[in-house]
């Protein structure tokens, strides 16, 4: 006769786990340092359980959704509002103003380095064309961190 085992499902899943791992989840996305995160004490090890955490990323709050995918402590996570990296939009932005205005342009945005926002959040950018200073205000989109622009009318100095 041939003995069996068995493997217990967890109960739930525990706060330490969900925030190590969307610590490194966040780092890696996001190309920084590991951020402190928060979580329920304990999760429900339920597929289909949800719960929110936040982490502070550059100062400020960022919600994390969580899904339960697994009995055996198996979750899913996104943000709950966009991230934006503001060294990859400054790129995303410079490359396509360089197509409206068909020549090189230098761009900084003033915005911290990762950018947490809902849809509708502007902040603005400077936009060099050859000598000629523009402003920019830039608009986040989407969740995903989708961005659209508007080129202010180009003002003389007095």
């Given at each position: 006769?041939?003995?069996?085992?068995?493997?217990?499902?967890?109960?739930?899943?525990?706060?330490?786990?969900?925030?190590?791992?969307?610590?490194?989840?966040?780092?890696?996305?996001?190309?920084?340092?590991?951020?402190p995160v928060n979580c329920p004490r304990s999760v429900p090890a339920q597929v289909g359980s949800?719960?929110?955490?936040?982490?502070?990323?550059?100062?400020?709050?960022?919600?994390?959704?969580?899904?339960?995918?697994?009995?055996?402590?198996?979750?899913?996570?996104?943000?709950?509002?966009?991230?934006?990296?503001?060294?990859?939009?400054?790129?995303d932005l410079a490359k396509r103003l360089k197509k409206t205005f068909d020549q090189a342009v230098?761009?900084?945005?003033?915005?911290?380095?990762?950018?947490?926002?809902?849809?509708?959040?502007?902040?603005?950018?400077?936009?060099?064309?050859?000598?000629?200073?523009?402003?920019?205000?830039?608009?986040?989109?989407?969740?995903?961190?989708?961005?659209?622009?508007?080129?202010l009318p180009y003002k003389r100095a007095k």
């Amino acid at each position: 006769m041939l003995g069996g085992c068995s493997i217990k499902a967890r109960d739930t899943v525990s706060a330490a786990s969900l925030e190590a791992d969307i610590a490194g989840q966040l780092a890696m996305s996001y190309h920084i340092p590991k951020p402190p995160v928060n979580c329920p004490r304990s999760v429900p090890a339920q597929v289909g359980s949800t719960f929110t955490c936040t982490a502070t990323v550059d100062s400020q709050s960022l919600k994390v959704n969580g899904k339960v995918t697994g009995t055996r402590g198996q979750v899913e996570v996104k943000p709950a509002t966009a991230v934006v990296a503001t060294k990859a939009a400054e790129a995303d932005l410079a490359k396509r103003l360089k197509k409206t205005f068909d020549q090189a342009v230098r761009l900084k945005c003033q915005a911290p380095a990762l950018l947490v926002a809902t849809p509708g959040r502007t902040f603005g950018c400077t936009v060099m064309v050859g000598t000629i200073k523009r402003q920019l205000v830039v608009s986040v989109t989407g969740h995903s961190g989708a961005l659209s622009y508007r080129v202010l009318p180009y003002k003389r100095a007095k």
